[in-house]
């Protein structure tokens, strides 16, 4: 049954991935907008937190190294959709926007007890804003308007060797190659309250084409029966992504972006090339799982208590842009630093236990977390800070590994000016995560008696 349900999931999903409006932010003015975390919504309650997250049943976006660990023959689908409703205000004015779309899918497939493979599609990078700026000038009315759409998508394939997988510890490489595609437009607009036929906009648009890699590790140990400790790093090397640029200058009457008509061209520079150079990133964490009643599977409880540890450095310094040969010196931005910790409480973590006594509630994981993020941007970096918090509901049908997930985070960003934005936002976040029943491995041979 997990097959077909995977399948037609998968296409449904496809088939939306370039129509969704991933962003609506004024923060997405620079560059190629902002940069899009892959995190899952069992990874968002944790506080962002996952580097060292090593669980069987559980995708780890932003760790490959991990997909080894799976039990052998039982792959995860995994469907990830997020909203984000946020309130934003300077001394000048106020405002809000809600915005829902998909994530992200993800597929892990373990095989040959100690390989695993994955591969997915996720947002890279995302860009949405809008705004209009009244003047006058000269005696006339006019209107500017800022307006930018579009981003960077990500599919990726990962690749994950255990040399280490026993009964108590398990130690794998992870290595990943994702190729990044998308378009990023910016408009600068002029439009006249009393000659509306002489509008002028100038199209900017980035078409990007260009592959990364990630190389990624993953340690657990069991150290005694009541206490195990995790480790992770993943490191994305800086790339260079190939970049056709245009810029055209045309007329038009109307509401730009609402009831617009282009009426000519006035300039066209014509098509340029050049690339992108991509930020690094080295992301290092570490996990306790702590087990009060040991691993005696004979306990009638098994709680289960995790604790979790993240820093992230983001070399934003490398971030850079040149076309036809001239480095673009507005594309200037500072490195980041984040710090992230989470922890979940399962009061009984055997999700196919049907002991009389043993109630559903007591299967529910929760999790909460908190978490200090920098946003890069030209003008200096923003924190970002957030608690977060989430459930995790197990479906445990045919004896499968299935469950939803749900993680909300509660955050600021900056602060309010008159030349600077502050946003209070609510972020939620949605995973479905599918396998296989027990009796229905994958990549097991049938023997006839």
């Not at 992200?104 to 373990?110: D, E, H, K, Y």
């Not at 794998?172 to 009393?194: C, P």
């Amino acid at each position: 049954m997990f097959r077909p349900i995977s399948l037609v999931t998968a296409l449904i999903c496809c088939s939306t991935i370039f129509a969704q409006n991933t962003v609506n932010n004024p923060y997405s003015f620079y560059g190629i907008g902002l940069y899009e975390s892959n995190r899952n919504a069992l990874q968002v309650a944790l506080g962002g937190t996952g580097y060292a997250l090593v669980d069987s049943a559980y995708n780890n976006p932003i760790n490959p190294a991990t997909i080894a660990y799976l039990s052998k023959g039982q792959p995860i689908f995994n469907i990830e959709i997020t909203g984000r409703l946020s309130f934003f205000e300077s001394d000048l004015s106020r405002g809000n926007t809600r915005l829902t779309y998909l994530r992200g899918i993800q597929f892990s497939i373990p095989f040959a007890n100690r390989l695993g493979l994955g591969f997915g599609y996720r947002p890279a990078f995302s860009k949405g804003y809008r705004f209009v700026e009244p003047q006058l000038v000269d005696g006339d009315s006019l209107n500017r308007i800022y307006q930018g759409s579009g981003g960077v998508q990500q599919t990726y394939l990962s690749f994950v060797v255990a040399p280490v997988k026993t009964e108590n510890t398990y130690f794998a490489l992870g290595f990943e190659a994702n190729f990044n595609f998308g378009d990023a437009t910016d408009v600068r607009a002029i439009e006249f309250s009393a000659f509306s036929q002489n509008n002028a906009a100038n199209l900017m648009n980035d078409r990007i084409r260009g592959f990364g890699f990630n190389a990624s590790m993953a340690l657990k140990h069991r150290i005694s029966q009541n206490f195990s400790l995790s480790l992770g790093a993943n490191y994305g090397l800086s790339s260079n992504w190939n970049v056709t640029h245009t810029d055209v200058i045309n007329r038009y009457a109307g509401n730009y972006g609402v009831t617009h008509q282009f009426i000519e061209t006035i300039s066209d520079g014509g098509i340029m090339k050049g690339t992108i150079s991509t930020p690094s990133l080295l992301g290092i964490g570490f996990g306790m799982d702590i087990h009060p009643q040991g691993f005696n599977l004979n306990s009638k409880k098994q709680s289960r208590v995790r604790i979790f540890g993240d820093l992230e450095m983001i070399g934003w310094s490398n971030h850079k842009r040149t076309i036809n040969n001239v480095v673009d010196t507005s594309f200037t931005f500072q490195n980041t630093t984040s710090y992230r910790f989470g922890f979940e409480v399962t009061p009984h973590a055997i999700t196919n236990d049907r002991s009389p006594g043993i109630n559903y509630i007591s299967k529910i994981s929760y999790r909460a977390g908190l978490n200090l993020n920098q946003i890069s941007l030209p003008t200096g970096n923003l924190n970002d800070f957030g608690i977060t918090f989430g459930f995790g509901f197990p479906l445990p049908f045919d004896n499968s590994q299935s469950s939803i997930n749900f993680g909300m985070r509660l955050g600021q960003i900056g602060s309010a000016g008159t030349t600077s934005i502050q946003e209070r936002y609510i972020a939620y976040q949605v995973g479905i995560v599918l396998t296989p029943a027990n009796w229905e491995r994958w990549f097991r041979k049938i023997k006839y008696d």
